[in-house]
C-alpha cells in the first residue's frame, strides 16, 4: 500500500513571506488522516513546522503517520526550508518516539507549576522590586543582545537572529515598560541588585519571558529567589499557573525548575533537512 499526500487546498501565501498548506494523508487514495504543513511563525521562511498531523484510529499503528512526516519533510525541502519543526505535548509518548525516531532532536521544552494560595518568604535579606524606567531600557539592551545572540548559538543565522529580536521584543513591548499586563522586576539582596524578571500576565496564567542572575552574582541561590518572586507575584495577580521556557542543553536551569516543582507539558523538536 501507497501513502501519499494530497493537497486540499492551493498553496496560502502570507503578507510576511509565510507559506501553509493542508494536504490529505491517503493510501491508495483512500483519506487517512489530515496534515497541516507551514513555516515557522517563530523562525521565519527557512523553518518548516508541522502544525498538525492527525491519523484516523483504525489506520494507525501501521506506519501512517512516519511516511506523512516523511512526505512533510519532502515539501518543506521543496519551499526551500532548511529546517522542519514540530510541537508534541509531554503527556503522548508514542508521539515522541515516532518523532525522535525519524531524527527530531528537542529545541526546548515548555513547563509549568500549579500553585497554591499563599506566597512563600524570600530569604532573608531579598526583596523584590519594579524597574524603573532608566533600568528599563538598559536591561531591554543588554536582554536584546543576548536573545540574538542565543538563536544564532542555536542555528540561526546572524541577520535573521538580530531580524528576529527586534521584531519579537517590538510585537511583545508596543509600549516598553508601559506594555500593558508586563512586569518588570529587580531583584535586590542586602542592598544591591542581583538580577532581573520580566512575567507576562495571561488570562488563565503567568508566563516568565526572561528570568536572569546577574553575572557577578551567580551560584549563590539568587535564581531560585527569582523563581520565589515570580511566582508570588503570579498568586498576587490571581492565577495559578505559572508557565516557562527551556531551551535543551540548559541543565543548570532545567534541574532549577524541576527541583521547584515544574513540570513538562510540551516539547518542540526539529531536524535539519540539508
Not at 493510501?27 to 483519506?31: D, M
Not at 507549576?113 to 499563599?118: A, C, E, P, Q, Y
Given at each position: 500500500m501507497t501513502t501519499t499526500l494530497r493537497p486540499t487546498e492551493p498553496l496560502q501565501h502570507g503578507a510576511d513571506g509565510a507559506l501553509s498548506r493542508r494536504f490529505q494523508v491517503c493510501?491508495?487514495?483512500?483519506?487517512v488522516g489530515t496534515l497541516h504543513l507551514g513555516t515557522s511563525r517563530n523562525l521565519g521562511a527557512r523553518v518548516a513546522r508541522i502544525d498538525d498531523l492527525r491519523?484516523?484510529?483504525?489506520?494507525?499503528?501501521?506506519?501512517?503517520?512516519?511516511?506523512?512526516?516523511l512526505a512533510a519533510e519532502e515539501v518543506a525541502r521543496g519551499w526551500g526550508c532548511r529546517q522542519i519543526e514540530l510541537g508534541v505535548p509531554a503527556a503522548e509518548e508514542p508521539a515522541l518516539r515516532l518523532v525522535e525516531a525519524l531524527g527530531y532532536v528537542p529545541r526546548n521544552r515548555?513547563?509549568?507549576?500549579?500553585?497554591?494560595?499563599?506566597?512563600?518568604?524570600?530569604p532573608t535579606g531579598s526583596l523584590g522590586r519594579a524597574m524603573t524606567g532608566a533600568e528599563f531600557e538598559e536591561w531591554l539592551a543588554y536582554e536584546s543582545r543576548a536573545y540574538t545572540r542565543m538563536w544564532i548559538e542555536r542555528g540561526l543565522p546572524e541577520t535573521e537572529a538580530h531580524e528576529k529580536s527586534r521584531r519579537d521584543?517590538?510585537?511583545?513591548?508596543?509600549?516598553?515598560?508601559?506594555?500593558?499586563?508586563?512586569?518588570?522586576?529587580?531583584?535586590?539582596?542586602?542592598?544591591?541588585?542581583?538580577?532581573?524578571?520580566?512575567?507576562a500576565l495571561w488570562k488563565d496564567q503567568v508566563w516568565?519571558?526572561?528570568?536572569?542572575?546577574?553575572?557577578?552574582?551567580?551560584?549563590?541561590?539568587?535564581?531560585?529567589?527569582?523563581?520565589?518572586?515570580?511566582?508570588?507575584?503570579?498568586?498576587?495577580?490571581?492565577?495559578?499557573?505559572?508557565?516557562l521556557n527551556v531551551f535543551a542543553g540548559n541543565t543548570p536551569a532545567e534541574r532549577l525548575y524541576e527541583s521547584l516543582g515544574y513540570v513538562t507539558v510540551s516539547y518542540v523538536l526539529y531536524k535539519n533537512l540539508i
Open positions: 493510501v491508495n487514495s483512500r483519506p491519523i484516523e484510529e483504525p489506520d494507525r499503528r501501521r506506519g501512517r503517520g512516519t511516511v506523512a512526516a515548555g513547563m509549568e507549576k500549579r500553585l497554591g494560595d499563599i506566597p512563600s518568604a524570600l521584543h517590538e510585537q511583545l513591548l508596543p509600549r516598553g515598560i508601559a506594555t500593558e499586563d508586563m512586569r518588570f522586576s529587580i531583584l535586590e539582596h542586602e542592598g544591591t541588585r542581583v538580577g532581573t524578571l520580566w512575567l516568565v519571558y526572561d528570568v536572569e542572575t546577574d553575572a557577578a552574582h551567580r551560584g549563590r541561590g539568587h535564581g531560585r529567589t527569582l523563581m520565589l518572586l515570580a511566582e508570588n507575584q503570579t498568586i498576587a495577580a490571581g492565577r495559578r499557573v505559572l508557565g
